[in-house]
């Protein structure tokens, strides 16, 4: 059997993506979310009726003493069904021009993003060390590549898991453990659903909007064993906009 994969943010959009093609993949997986119950249960439901293994994992990944101790119930039988997949894909948005923005959407955002990386990644790592084999994608965005106006606490987060994934990966490539980060550009999820569209798509030399699967195969490449020899990168996914 496969290693059991962790999605985070998982009860919808590019997470719940991940979630599915993982699946298909052979994987046993955990789908994290914080509160969206509803569409955690749906999402489970669906994959098992195609034959897939789903556990459920709510739980806030900025909160340290909460995932503290649901990592610890999900690491419980570890060596029997091991967690050797991971996908950091918790995030969200709270856009504003900087000279207004208040700290609370600051902290909100890079805490999400940067704490939650480290609050699920820690105690991931050691069992895949000792395992000598691992796989970790970290969801970062374009606006953390470029950066984008009206997104300074977006944008820092964003890049911040770009310099966590290449620190990372230096870390612990010799083990077989390889650390990777896709950065999507503009997504049909419902993040994007209320964007100007016509403006933004002059921007994007595709002209369109990315589908949340696309950014799924491209993460389900990097786990599997054909991407064994990739770690410390960072691919786009984009339509050719940066």
Known sequence: MKPRALITGASRGIGAAIAEALARAGHPVILNYR???EAAQALQARLEAAGGQVELAPFDVAH???SAQAMEKLLANDDESPIGVLINNAGLARDN???????PD???VTRTTLDGFYNVTRPLVMPMVRRRWGRVVNISSVSGVIGNRGQVNYSAAKAGLIGAT???ASEVARRGVTVNCVAPGLIETD???DAPLEEIMKAIPMRR???PEEVANLVAFLVGDQASYITGQVIGINGGLA
Do not use: Q
Not at 97 to 103: D, I, Y
């Open 35 to 37: 509160s969206n119950h």
């Open 209 to 211: 909007f990315g589908k």
């Open 64 to 66: 340290s003493e909460e």
């Open 191 to 193: 993040m994007t659903k």
């Open 97 to 103: 021009s900087f000279p207004v923005m208040e700290r």
């Open 166 to 168: 290449r620190a990372l």
């Open 106 to 108: 600051w902290e909100v």
